[in-house]
């Protein structure tokens, strides 16, 4: 460790056991003395100053305080830099009937936003409601797919898919998502089928 430190005062003749004055600093093994403290000599087995009068005070270990990556930096106290968070923007929810079985699934960014993950849960009732949900994705007037035809869209947002990630067009606020979806089978009777939609992604905050 260092043993550098600072002596303000008289150093004494080379007869005296060692020198005079008040240590500004030091850091060693025994810690940091603060100010006001006497060396009046040095241990001959150590090499270490010896402090007498108000020190050696001693102190703990030094605790350096590191800010999180996630709070970024700040132009000013209070006032926070652009930062990207993962946030969901909410899509709706509907229930698909006999009456009823094409709905579009809409979101409207407040800040630019990039999709990446589309999340689907639905609860089925009743023997007819065996019908997947297929839904055509428009990042505003532009289809975020490689072709027209519908997919399926509770097997791409299935909670439980391991990877499955999407790279959609970067919207900027005031922009409307949506998933134009219809049923692969038609409802009767009573038969009902509920959905709820949720795309989660990147956005500028």
């Known amino acids: ?24 600093g030091y850091a060693g093994p025994m810690g940091d003395y603060e100010g006001g403290a006497q060396v ?19 102190r703990g270990p030094r605790v350096e305080l590191v800010k999180p ?8 106290p209070g006032v926070i830099a652009p930062d990207q968070g993962l946030l969901p923007l909410p899509m709706g929810n509907f ?17 630019p936003f990039r999709g990446e993950r589309l999340l689907v849960t639905s609860v089925r009732a009743g023997t007819t409601a065996v019908g997947r949900i297929l839904g055509q994705i428009f990042v505003g007037s532009d289809l975020a797919a490689l072709d ?12 439980q898919a391991f990877g499955v990630r999407l790279t959609m067009k970067p919207a900027q606020p005031g922009v409307f998502i949506r998933i134009v979806c219809s049923l692969s089978s038609a409802l009767t009777t009573t038969d009902t089928i509920f959905a709820s939609v949720q ?3 990147r956005n500028i905050h």
């Open 40 to 58: 009046v000599g040095y241990d001959q087995h150590t090499g270490y100053p010896i402090v007498v009068g108000k020190g050696p005070r001693r």
């Open 199 to 201: 795309l989660l992604g």
């Open 95 to 111: 229930t698909f009937n006999a009456t009823t079985q094409i709905f579009t699934f809409q979101g409207q960014v407040q800040k």
């Open 1 to 24: 460790m260092s043993r550098h430190f600072e002596v303000i005062g008289d150093v004494m003749g080379e007869d005296d056991d060692g020198v005079q004055g008040d240590v500004m």
């Open 148 to 159: 027209v035809p519908p997919v399926d869209i509770e097997q791409i947002g299935n909670p």
């Open 69 to 76: 990556g996630w709070r970024g930096s700040q132009i000013a």
